[in-house]
């Protein structure tokens, strides 16, 4: 893999012209690289588990479009199929054959599906579900856990992903106080906490949790968490709901829920079941979901909701997806990527603790495990910073913030895990005594 060296001068100008057009210059924050200083690239061109931006430069890529590139990028058959799709056109407003084919294979693959609605975005999934949970309960009140995000709704900027909050208030401006004060939410992996918030507030319509967290960085559930959430919900008359949109596919066919064995009332999804283009989706039992219109009473719609083109390409994924050897091949090959990040950082002397799920993972600067928001906050963000830009001197592209989940793809062959570690000690041994 070669590139020129350059100092960015193309990346750089249209960054200066983008900042005039768009907030921050960009159309979603994190892309801004305000996390780890600089500027940020912009991208050209992909290809299998590369990226390569306006001024040449190609990286090995562990983003992935921040998950949904499963299969590495611009797979043959999936551009293949999207130029066929769009030659018959890209947007009806009206039914189309495609959406049937995608709900059936979500439905075969997901075990708390049997019936499931197609929108737009992660969003769109998670206001939906929670639209559902309370429409249907008849409660209130929401339970979410500190440091997860579900979207920027309303109901759910509240202690999200890395946001600073007083308990009940928003983290963003333009959220009402009256209507975050329905959101409640407690550390995730503390059973005893959200024990006692049930005990305390009798109208919860609902819990809604990322099974393995992405949003503060990669946080697994601590044994016999999630089945704690599933029986307390029970016991409570509230539902269950998994924001499955980063796990659902990346961990196993099945999602989280197919991993843990542990059965949501609601499963949200996106990313994956849309191949790379934007999509999201919410299932659960036929008996749940018939209360959203037009057989029930509780509203939802979208313009673009079953786009041909999002139904293809994810269409195209999910049966490519039934290929078990690919799931060995992302366990095998994200083990031996995180090894090999553990052992250069503590041979450079860097203290680090790496989490991992299937191809989801996170290096978190810092010498104490990652449980939770607490924990994962400890983490030196400034020396992230450093390590961030030291790989990209080296040719790696990684998440522009310590509190998020890399992704590694079907694409990312042994030999790219080995030229990634590599770099990596390079990286390591850079920042030394930097932090």
Request: charged letters at 20%; one cysteine or more.
């Amino acid at each position: 893999m070669t590139s020129p060296k350059n100092d960015q001068d193309k990346s750089a100008r249209l960054f200066a012209r983008a900042l005039e057009l768009m907030p921050g210059g960009v159309n979603s924050p994190v892309r801004a690289f305000r996390a780890v200083g600089g500027t940020p690239l912009f991208i050209k061109s992909a290809s299998g588990p590369t990226i390569t931006d306006v001024d040449g430069r190609t990286f090995i890529d562990y983003v992935g479009s921040w998950g949904p590139m499963i299969l590495g990028h611009t797979d043959a058959e999936i551009v293949d199929g999207l130029a066929a799709v769009a030659a018959s056109g890209t947007s009806f407003g009206a039914p189309n054959e495609l959406e049937i084919e995608l709900a059936e294979e979500i439905i075969a693959a997901v075990p708390s599906i049997e019936m499931v609605r197609m929108v737009n975005s992660g969003t769109e999934a998670t206001m939906s579900a929670i639209r559902l949970a309370r429409g249907v309960t008849g409660r209130d009140k929401l339970v979410k856990f500190e440091g997860c995000y579900h979207g920027h709704a309303d109901s759910l900027l509240v202690k999200a992903g890395s946001g600073v909050a007083t308990l009940g208030l928003p983290d963003s401006p333009g959220v009402p106080a009256s209507l975050a004060q329905h959101t409640l939410t407690v550390p995730f992996n503390d059973p005893a906490a959200l024990a006692d918030l049930f005990k305390q507030h009798q109208d919860i319509a609902a819990i809604i949790i990322e099974p393995v967290v992405g949003n503060m960085g990669c946080v697994p559930p601590q044994p016999g968490f999630l089945e704690f959430t599933r029986e307390l919900t029970a016991r409570f008359g509230a539902l269950l709901i998994f924001d499955e949109v980063m796990t659902g596919f990346r961990l196993a066919r099945g999602g989280a829920q197919g991993l843990y064995g542990v059965m949501p009332d609601i499963t949200c999804l996106g990313k994956i079941i849309g191949g790379g283009l934007p999509v999201g989706a919410y299932g659960g039992s036929k008996e749940l979901m018939r209360k959203i219109a037009p057989t029930g009473p509780i509203y939802q719609a979208g313009t673009l909701s079953g786009n041909p083109l999002a139904m293809k390409a994810g269409l195209l994924t999910l049966r490519r997806l039934k290929d078990e050897s690919i799931y060995r091949n992302l366990e095998q090959r994200s083990a031996r990527l995180c090894e090999g990040l553990s052992r250069a950082a503590a041979d450079a002397g860097i203290k680090t603790i790496t989490n991992r799920v299937g191809s989801m993972w996170t290096s978190f600067f810092t010498d104490e495990p990652v449980t939770n928001w607490a924990t994962a906050n400890k983490s030196n963000r400034e020396l992230y910073g450093k390590f961030f830009h030291a790989m990209l001197g080296e040719e790696v592209y990684l998440a522009p913030s310590q509190f998020e989940a890399g992704f590694v793809s079907n694409a990312h062959t042994e030999a790219i895990i080995e030229q990634t570690i590599a770099a990596s000690r390079k990286a390591f041994q850079a920042i030394r005594g930097k932090g």
